[in-house]
């Protein structure tokens, strides 16, 4: 499926990219040949294969859930301008 000027030049608008006239022909030839890749695997049949999340069958690795490094909240929490009980507090924007 062969894409025209037309069509581009409307894709283009509609994603709000500017195209100078040069640069129509060229993104007209990349964008049809992504279409025909699109067609293509499309032809392919898939009524045999399972869906999958991943293609490799591996478990994650997982580190061990240990507390690293200390709480400093409070600490932290020196600098802000309002807290209360752990939360920083921020003026209502949303009436």
Request: hydrophobic share 40%; no cysteine.
């Amino acid at each position: 499926m062969s894409l025209t000027k037309q069509q581009v030049q409307h894709v283009a608008t509609l994603a709000r990219l500017e195209l100078e006239d040069g640069e129509v022909d060229d993104v007209v030839k990349k964008l049809s040949r992504i279409v025909d890749f699109v067609d293509q695997l499309q032809a392919v049949s898939t009524d045999d294969v399972l869906p999958m999340a991943h293609p490799l069958h591996m478990s994650q690795r997982l580190r061990a859930d240990d507390v690293t490094e200390p709480d400093q909240r409070d600490f932290v929490q020196q600098n802000a301008p309002s807290t209360e009980k752990g939360y920083y507090l921020v003026p209502k924007v949303i009436e």
